[in-house]
Nanobody, 123 residues
């Protein structure tokens, strides 16, 4: 069974930095695109960053030049380095991955979510 586990969320002052991690475990063939989403109270979940298996990245305008997504394919782990944090960055951050597993019918690409990690930025 495939699992995604996030870590690194914390309470930090505005202007500070945090590094989130998302580790995939279980039995799978490979990990394709990975993404970070966030959801603040009473707001819709929004896409923050995408990183492909080759390492290409894309960011929401609100975090460009402050957040950096990276991944270590050997460790099946994705990271989100968050710098110059603002109170409006406060949210639960979720990891999402498209993972190919092997089934009796052959390879199958599936979508997985982590449980989320809380980031709170105080002003």
């Amino acid at each position: 069974q495939v699992q995604l586990v996030e870590s690194g969320g914390d309470l930090v002052q505005a202007g500070g930095s945090l590094r989130l991690s998302c580790a995939a475990s279980g039995s799978f063939f490979n990990i394709n695109a990975m993404r970070w989403y966030r959801q603040a109270p009473e707001k819709q979940r929004e896409l923050v960053a995408t990183i492909t298996s080759e390492g290409s990245t894309n960011y929401a305008d609100s975090v460009k030049d402050r957040f950096t997504a990276s991944r270590d394919n050997g460790k099946n782990t994705m990271y989100l380095q968050m710098n110059r944090l603002k109170p409006e960055d406060s949210a639960v951050y979720y990891c999402h991955a498209e993972i190919t597993i092997v089934t009796d019918a052959g390879p199958s690409r599936r979508s997985y979510w982590g449980q989320g990690t809380q980031v709170t930025v105080s002003s």
